[in-house]
T-cell receptor, first 114, second 110 residues
Framework: SAVISQKPSRDICQRGTSLTIQCQVD?????MFWYRQQPGQSLTLIAT?????????ESGFVIDKFPISRPNLTFSTLTVSNMSPEDSSIYLC???????????FGQGTRLTVV | GESVGLHLPTLSVQEGDNSIINCAYS??????FIWYKQESGKGPQFIID?????DKRQGQRVTVLLNKTVKHLSLQIAATQPGDSAVYFC?????????FGKGTSLLVTP
């Protein structure tokens, strides 16, 4: 398994501002993903964070709204830009280990936009 | 599009009883399935997985059954304990990332 640390664990933000969420893994991983979990809902994949290249976004998610960085094999950031109350969700980082499809998750960042 | 869904959004069981959580999937190309447990305020935690070349896999107190004919997946928890209270998600991987079902909230009552 892997230890995945997300910061912050929670935040309350004003609408129109941006928040950057950090994901740190205790070992080098090839695949890192960002998911959104809206209140009472399941997880939806936002994007795959690619090391050394632009992230791959899923339908309905765009780089201007959710810019992602992946500077190395242990770290990634997700920014939620120009926030609105509809962005209030839990944002989760996950990783695959050794090309296994089994994903491990961080504890999530609970974002509330007011 | 393809979807992964759950039959029951909530399930209440008495402590000591067995729990069964069901999941339907629509992508016949799915070759890997996982069950996750998510406790309040935490990220999903891996429980058990199964590949499409199997129809049953057992872990400690948990069993996953896969019926590819009807595209159905189930998680059985034996002797359910209060610590099993959580939301359970099934997920399938037919490519590079996981596609999650809607989740079932399991409540264990004394």
């Amino acid at each position: 398994s892997a230890v995945i640390s997300q910061k912050p664990s929670r935040d309350i933000c004003q609408r129109g501002t941006s928040l950057t969420i950090q994901c740190q893994v205790d070992s080098q991983v090839t695949m890192m993903f960002w998911y959104r979990q809206q209140p009472g809902q399941s997880l939806t994949l936002i994007a795959t964070a690619n090391q050394g290249s632009e992230a791959t976004y899923e339908s309905g998610f765009v780089i201007d709204k959710f810019p992602i960085s992946r500077p190395n094999l242990t770290f990634s950031t997700l920014t939620v830009s120009n926030m609105s109350p509809e962005d209030s969700s839990i944002y989760l980082c996950s990783v695959d280990l050794d090309n296994s499809p089994k994903a491990f998750f961080g504890q999530g960042t609970r974002l509330t936009v007011v | 599009g393809e979807s992964v869904g759950l039959h029951l959004p909530t399930l209440s069981v008495q402590e000591g009883d067995n729990s069964i959580i069901n999941c339907a999937y629509s992508n016949s190309a799915s070759d890997y399935f996982i069950w996750y447990k998510q406790e309040s305020g935490k990220g999903p935690q891996f429980i058990i997985d199964i590949r499409s070349n199997m129809d049953k896999r057992q872990g400690q107190r948990v069993t996953v059954l896969l019926n590819k004919t009807v595209k159905h997946l189930s998680l059985q928890i034996a002797a359910t304990q209060p610590g099993d209270s959580a939301v359970y998600f099934c997920a399938e991987n037919s490519g590079y990332a996981l596609n999650f079902g809607k989740g079932t909230s399991l409540l264990v009552t004394p």
